[in-house]
DNA sequence: CTGTTAGCGCTTTCAG
DNA sequence: CTGAAAGCGCTAACAG
């Protein structure tokens, strides 16, 4: 491809002019800017991105680590953080982290060796004090979905103890008193703490809820398929079912389905949501929203800030980076009469 | 962050025996090597991937065009291609086409301002010209899910028009005549090309589709609900739909659960489907499966082949490129007895 | 086996 | 307003 030499050469000036008229930086004679567009033109000129990252020290460039791709809920967060980038003309960098820490350790480094502006990290496997002591680095990141102390103010989080309790108050309102809970994996500190606010919420409501009445899946269909199974055959009396994610209660719409126990009729289904699945499962499922899209945008926009001022915090105050839960109700799911 | 002259100092050493050292070339007294690792360690040094591209002119970045990332269409693609390119050490960017010619433009400019090795094109837009056009440039593409003539070696393609017609005729073995087709935006190719199959099919069975058992979607939820409802209110006598995306189907079904009519005793459902989506609906719904997967797959070794070796196209032969439908069978349609 | 010297394509003082 | 020169961090001949 052409150089920004063979464009100083053919407009008969310096690289420097060049240079500076495709920056924009200072004033030109008008023929002079004329000739190098011309000789841009011609030559179908595209500055290197990597020369100018050498020379400016900045690369333009955001990495993102995520855990997986598939769902709808990866999909939200990229489809929010390149609107962001690509209207501040950055590059997306995306990673896998492997499903450990080895695997998310390396994404972090190859986002170091590509001299990347920034990152954002969808980490659930790097230990607070790993990520603590990047935090001293200069390179900027946030952490998505996660809090760790002493870096709140790099945490975009979400309140998921408080979002079950929410959806298990709407059911026990409803007269709702046998509320079994599909859970994530419990290993997971966002998962236990989804399972945490339904006990929480049980228990405020003067009702402890039996082991039994708790199934733990993995967060995909085939567990919640399972799980319902699970918590059906040693609890045929529940008359709700609460599922951490939409996936597991995909399987157990499933399980219900071919056991042919209706919804909501015979049995209420709420479930937790991102991405708008239980609209789309019949009958639509009312759910605890969990804004995964908003916050990927405000990722980007925290990011920025570090970006921007290095070490400083101003108007970072500003900024939303903790999200409550909200309520979506639909029709799977019925006060008892 | 510490360069790889600190690095040879350090060590005491030149910086070219460092760059030796990292790259594995030739050989090296014990202790110099010692020395030198010794050095890269204490500064924690790690080569820049930006300033190694500018010397060796290899950016080990390869693009990925997309046309938006909701659904598991995008996840499934992205999955393989990042894979793939993990292992060999390579730099993913993904880049969205805005859903129109401008933004899949803008795209591949910037694919070209980072000069990437190559990219991937899962694009809509671009007409075939200025694709043929682009092919003239030195940098490696290769197109997923489209054929352009003239580039068919840089082809990853799918028999659409074969795939309807595979689920068509399972449908019309067992006995359906009275088939509605729910199908995609008829001015995209593919979908047009799904569409044709479907007809074909019908036709070779002697049944000609009447204009009113086809409705057009968008493929996503919402459009195949509306296509649902047309198709049944013009024709109540059908015993069977085909919808053209797993999307349209979730609407498709939503409509029948809500008119209370039952699948599959009252009415038989076919989809198309690329994520396995349909085994997660009520009942599971039998579909042809699009291979996005494997193609993406496929689509990366062929981009490897080609940067490789730049103009030769030696061994692309036994890479497969064209993919064929397959039949995954399910419970949602029946036999009309 | 290791050092010297250019140079990749751009930006950025510093002059003028 | 424009040119000259140095430098970003690395690699790649070419010597030795």
Redesign the interface.
């Known amino acids: 491809?052409a150089s920004i030499k063979d464009v100083a050469e053919r407009a008969g000036v310096n690289r420097s002019t060049v240079s500076r008229i495709i920056n924009g930086e200072g004033k030109f004679r008008s023929d002079t800017r004329r000739k190098v567009e011309q000789a841009m033109a011609e030559l179908n000129y595209?500055?290197?991105?990597?020369?100018r990252?050498?020379a400016t020290s900045s690369?333009n460039m955001v990495g993102l680590l995520v855990t997986?791709?598939?769902?709808?809920f990866?999909?939200?967060m990229?489809?929010k953080v390149?609107?962001e980038l690509?209207e501040h003309k950055k590059?997306?960098?995306?990673?896998?982290g492997?499903h450990c820490i080895e695997g998310e350790r390396e994404a972090v480094?190859?986002f170091?060796?590509?001299?990347c502006d920034g990152f954002i990290l969808n980490s659930r496997h790097l230990s607070d004090d790993e990520l603590r002591e990047m935090a001293q680095s200069?390179r900027p990141f946030v952490l998505i979905d996660r809090v760790v102390e002493g870096l709140e103010d790099r945490c975009i989080t979400f309140n998921h103890f408080a979002a079950s309790e929410l959806i298990v108050e709407h059911l026990l309102a409803q007269g709702h008193q046998h509320i079994g809970c599909i859970s994530g994996p419990i290993h997971r500190t966002n998962a236990r703490n989804r399972l945490r606010g339904y006990q929480a919420a049980m228990r405020a409501a003067g009702i402890e809820p039996k082991p039994t009445m708790m199934a733990e899946g993995d967060y995909g269909?085939e567990s919640g398929y399972a799980a319902a199974k699970q918590l059906l055959s040693a609890h045929p009396d529940l008359t709700a079912i609460y599922s951490c994610s939409e996936?597991m209660t995909?399987?157990l719409?499933?399980y219900l389905?071919?056991r042919k126990i209706e919804v909501p009729s015979q049995i209420s289904v709420v479930s937790y949501d991102s991405?708008d699945l239980c609209s789309?499962f019949?009958?639509?499922v009312s759910a605890v929203h969990f804004p995964i899209g908003e916050m990927s945008h405000a990722a980007v926009k925290l990011l920025a800030g570090l970006m921007a001022r290095p070490s400083a915090e101003t108007a970072l105050a500003e900024l939303k980076t903790h999200f409550e839960p909200s309520l979506k109700l639909r029709r799977a799911d019925q006060p008892i009469v």
């Open positions: 491809m595209r500055p290197s991105a990597i020369a990252s050498l690369t997986y791709y598939t769902g709808g990866f999909g939200a990229m489809e390149q609107a690509d590059f997306l960098i995306t990673v896998q492997h480094r190859r170091d060796d590509l001299r200069a269909r996936e995909s399987g719409l499933q389905y071919e991405v789309s019949y009958p639509q």
